[in-house]
């Protein structure tokens, strides 16, 4: 499947379908000092799920009118996604199922079955497959990627929207990358009227999929060791992603395990966030690169963490 890079007028028709059921998320300062930036925190942990998901999720369901929607709805879903769905469908009425790897965090396997979804567990390794093959057996209905889905991307696209209304100049915007669905839409929302604006996506170490992408010019398996971060990290850039991540992304930041729990701390400790790995992958790499400079926007993508693994990291212990 060939993507394009979203339109201003897909985006903003995007906020304009979801703008009843999705506020502006707040944008407040980090209490944090850095060298050379203004850092800025997009609050995506304020959606009713806890995550940015619902965006997309919302504007996959309300822009189509495929006949196979009415069969039900699924994704396949580390668990953010899972949650976006499932509320999603539970306002229009539609059945949802969501197939999640077993490793999921309790958190968000609950919180999918809270909002009506019907929660399959599978293997990781079975669960990334799907998300290569868009496929699996036993499921009708229409399926809505929560990465490479045009929709989705226009839906996460709107939180650009909402950057550029808040702010006159943005030098930076940093994007936890998990599939690259989140940083694809930010940029095509920011970029054509800021072409000199940086969109750095963020992973964490023990799977920086992109990084090792851009080193060798092209998609590469990579060995990926499963961490509290969770809500990022794949074994591979997927393929119909690659062009449009290639384009849009200016750069990436790869952090370890240590700085982000010492993010999530922070966030914690200065303004009373729980904030989740993959959340919190954005902050970490902001605090750590000195060259950053101007207004620097990190985006906090999601708070869904289960309470024994935010505790271990407030005491200083990893997971």
Known sequence: MALRVPTRDAIEAAAERIADAVEPTPLVRLEAEHPGADLYLKLETEHPIG???????????????????????????????????????????????????????????????????????????????????????????????????????????????????????????????????????????????????????CEVATAAPLATALAAGEPRPVDRRASFVDGIGGRIVLGEMWPLVRQLV???RVVSLEAVAAAMRLLWERHELVVEGAGAVSVAAALRDPTLEGTVVCIVSGGNVDSAVHEAVLRGDLP
């Not at 879903?77 to 539609?94: D, E, I, T």
């Not at 093959?133 to 990627?145: A, N």
Request: with cysteine; net charge neutral; charged share 25%.
């Open 51 to 201: 995550s940015f998901k619902l965006r997309g999720a919302l504007n996959a369901l309300r822009s189509t009118d495929d006949p196979k929607r009415l069969e039900g709805v699924w994704t396949a879903s580390a668990g953010n996604m899972a949650q976006g769905l499932a509320w999603a469908a539970r306002q229009a009425a539609l059945r949802a199922t969501v197939v999640m790897p077993e490793s999921a965090p309790r958190v968000k396997r609950e919180g999918a079955g809270r909002l009506g979804a019907r929660v399959v567990e599978v293997s990781w390794e079975e669960w990334w497959r799907i998300l290569e093959e868009r496929r699996y057996s036993g499921l009708e209905g229409l399926f809505v990627h929560p990465v490479s889905e045009p929709s989705v991307i226009e839906g996460n696209g709107t939180i650009g929207l909402e950057l550029a209304a808040a702010l006159d100049r943005i030098d930076a915007v940093l994007v936890p990358f998990g599939g690259g669905g989140l940083i694809s839409g930010v940029a095509a929302a920011l970029t054509p009227d800021r072409p000199e604006l940086r969109c750095l996506a």
């Open 250 to 252: 200016s750069g990436t």
